[in-house]
């Protein structure tokens, strides 16, 4: 590279206020910008916990929900086989309803049968009765006849003897002929009697048969609305079994994606890679203002700062309130930020530092840092005491500031080095990918520049 002539000014003398104020302007917009997209990649990472959490929860509740329809495929399962046992029950029920229906109807038409063989009995016996009555008359008129015929013997004397005998044998005949008459009256007349009651017995019976009959087939027709009811239920418990089969099948294959969902790291690869974009937005913005401000034509400061605390009173706009300096310069101060109240830049005011008087200022910007104030134009007496202030500052860090610049050569020196030896190139020489070391205390980070320095 070659050197720039030595009758060239340096560039901050070209440097307009113009420039500087554009520079500021980009400074704020590129500041509001990253803050923008930390907040996002913030918000984005906290939406990408919430999602894992819910994405556990929902398995949790799929997991619950796949307990539940797994009790009720077995419920409805079971419901499926005590349906087809009702059905089964139903139908033998309807069978042995119409087999007692038509055993009733055999027993109603032998019933009829047989009220007409009682009919028929109690006629043959009342037929019976009319020829007994007929042989009782019979008798009697030969008991008349053999009493005439031994009357009539008697009067003949010796010559109707045997006559007379004959007769009283015939005599004797029938009045065993009248006893055997009347006992078999007495018999039949009891048959009569047992016929008329086994008739209205069984005339009773087959009443009684008739009365049943309606009750049997009132039954059957239940049992058939029955065996109807109970095939639809279970037709029915059929589908709702299937149905719940299916909806198991379908929460199986939810709760597999929630725990895909829950277990897979694309979420939480998510999380960390908008952890990460945060922590590295937050990390250019850390690297970008100091960047930009040590560039020639955009350092606002024309004066060297001191990191020195000293108690201040600020006035800005309608605020005051206490603080402390971070650092000073001759130009300004950075004071530490007051809670969380919010500032606009270019607010004007007055800054009183330690003992010294109140000075003019203005709010040059706002960063993580601090309110960046600008020192107004003063008079004397306030120049002299700051510069005093700072010449005891400066002389507190001489020994430090010459040590820095010492070491600051020699890395200087080792880089050039580095670089005519082709042991690093520029681009290394550059490198902003810092990486944190692990384990260090302020945390320390690394680039490809760093190991020619060990």
Same mark, same amino acid.
């Given at each position: 590279?070659?050197?720039?002539?030595?009758?060239?000014?340096?560039?901050?003398?070209?440097?307009?206020?113009?420039?500087?104020?554009? +520079?500021? /302007? %980009?400074?704020?917009? #590129?500041?509001? &910008?990253?803050?923008?997209?930390?907040?996002?990649?913030? !918000?984005?990472? =906290?939406?990408?916990?919430?999602?894992?959490?819910?994405?556990?929860?929902?398995?949790?509740?799929?997991?619950?929900?796949?307990?539940?329809?797994?009790?009720?495929?077995?419920?409805?399962?079971?419901?499926?086989?005590?349906?087809?046992?009702?059905?089964?029950?139903?139908?033998?029920?309807?069978?042995?309803?119409?087999?007692?229906?038509?055993?009733?109807?055999?027993?109603?038409?032998?019933?009829?049968?047989?009220?007409?063989?009682?009919?028929?009995?109690?006629?043959?016996?009342?037929?019976?009765?009319?020829?007994?009555?007929?042989?009782?008359?019979?008798?009697?008129?030969?008991?008349?006849?053999?009493?005439?015929?031994?009357?009539?013997?008697?009067?003949?004397?010796?010559?109707?003897?045997?006559?007379?005998?004959?007769?009283?044998? +015939?005599? /004797? %005949?029938?009045?065993? #002929?009248?006893? &055997?008459?009347?006992?078999?009256?007495?018999?039949?007349? !009891?048959?009569? =009697?047992?016929?008329?009651?086994?008739?209205?017995?069984?005339?009773?019976?087959?009443?009684?048969?008739?009365?049943?009959?309606?009750?049997?087939?009132?039954?059957?027709?239940?049992?058939?609305?029955?065996?109807?009811?109970?095939?639809?239920?279970?037709?029915?418990?059929?589908?709702?079994?299937?149905?719940?089969?299916?909806?198991?099948?379908?929460?199986?294959?939810?709760?597999?994606?929630?725990?895909?969902?829950?277990?897979?790291?694309?979420?939480?690869?998510?999380?960390?890679?908008?952890?990460?974009?945060?922590?590295?937005?937050?990390?250019?913005?850390?690297?970008?203002?100091?960047?930009?401000?040590?560039?020639?034509?955009?350092?606002?400061?024309?004066?060297?700062?001191?990191?020195?605390?000293?108690?201040?009173?600020?006035?800005?706009?309608?605020?005051?309130?206490?603080?402390?300096?971070?650092?000073?310069?001759?130009?300004?101060?950075?004071?530490? !930020?007051?809670? =969380?109240?919010?500032?606009?830049?270019?607010?004007?005011?007055?800054?009183?530092?330690?003992?010294?008087?109140?000075?003019?200022?203005?709010?040059?910007?706002?960063?993580?840092?601090?309110?960046?104030?600008?020192?107004?134009?003063?008079?004397?007496?306030?120049?002299?005491?700051?510069?005093?202030?700072?010449?005891?500052?400066?002389?507190?860090?001489?020994?430090?500031?010459?040590?820095?610049?010492?070491?600051?050569?020699?890395?200087?020196?080792?880089?050039?080095?580095?670089?005519?030896?082709?042991?690093?190139?520029?681009?290394?020489?550059?490198?902003?990918?810092?990486?944190?070391?692990?384990?260090?205390?302020?945390?320390?980070?690394?680039?490809?520049?760093?190991?020619?320095?060990?």
């Amino acid at each position: 590279m070659e050197a720039l002539p030595a009758a060239v000014p340096p560039l901050a003398e070209f440097v307009t206020l113009a420039d500087r104020e554009a +520079v500021s /302007v %980009l400074e704020q917009d #590129v500041v509001a &910008a990253m803050r923008r997209l930390a907040a996002d990649l913030g !918000r984005a990472e =906290q939406f990408s916990t919430q999602s894992e959490t819910r994405s556990g929860a929902i398995n949790d509740s799929v997991l619950s929900m796949r307990e539940a329809t797994a009790t009720a495929s077995a419920n409805s399962a079971a419901l499926v086989t005590a349906s087809r046992q009702v059905s089964e029950s139903a139908e033998e029920i309807g069978c042995s309803m119409s087999l007692a229906r038509e055993r009733l109807d055999a027993a109603a038409i032998r019933a009829g049968e047989a009220t007409g063989m009682m009919t028929g009995l109690a006629m043959a016996t009342a037929e019976i009765r009319g020829i007994v009555d007929s042989i009782a008359e019979i008798a009697r008129q030969t008991n008349l006849l053999a009493l005439n015929a031994s009357i009539e013997a008697a009067r003949a004397g010796e010559a109707g003897r045997g006559f007379g005998i004959v007769a009283q044998e +015939v005599k /004797v %005949l029938s009045v065993e #002929v009248r006893e &055997a008459v009347d006992h078999i009256r007495n018999r039949v007349d !009891r048959l009569t =009697q047992a016929a008329h009651g086994s008739a209205a017995i069984v005339t009773d019976a087959l009443q009684m048969v008739r009365d049943v009959n309606p009750v049997i087939a009132a039954i059957g027709h239940a049992s058939q609305e029955q065996v109807a009811a109970t095939a639809e239920l279970s037709r029915n418990a059929g589908e709702t079994a299937r149905f719940v089969e299916t909806v198991a099948e379908r929460v199986a294959e939810i709760a597999r994606i929630a725990l895909s969902a829950a277990t897979e790291s694309e979420s939480a690869s998510a999380r960390r890679a908008t952890a990460r974009g945060a922590s590295l937005a937050g990390g250019l913005l850390r690297r970008f203002i100091p960047t930009l401000r040590h560039s020639s034509f955009a350092d606002r400061r024309r004066h060297d700062r001191f990191p020195a605390e000293h108690p201040v009173e600020l006035r800005l706009g309608t605020r005051h309130f206490g603080s402390r300096t971070i650092d000073i310069g001759r130009g300004g101060a950075l004071i530490a !930020r007051p809670g =969380q109240d919010e500032f606009v830049p270019g607010l004007t005011g007055s800054l009183a530092i330690a003992d010294l008087p109140p000075m003019p200022c203005r709010l040059a910007a706002i960063s993580d840092l601090g309110l960046h104030m600008a020192f107004e134009q003063q008079v004397f007496e306030q120049t002299r005491l700051l510069d005093e202030l700072l010449e005891r500052t400066e002389t507190g860090y001489r020994p430090l500031i010459e040590r820095t610049h010492a070491f600051a050569a020699a890395v200087e020196a080792l880089f050039s080095e580095a670089l005519v030896r082709a042991r690093l190139s520029e681009g290394d020489l550059f490198d902003a990918d810092y990486i944190a070391i692990p384990e260090t205390d302020p945390q320390q980070y690394r680039n490809r520049a760093l190991p020619v320095l060990e």
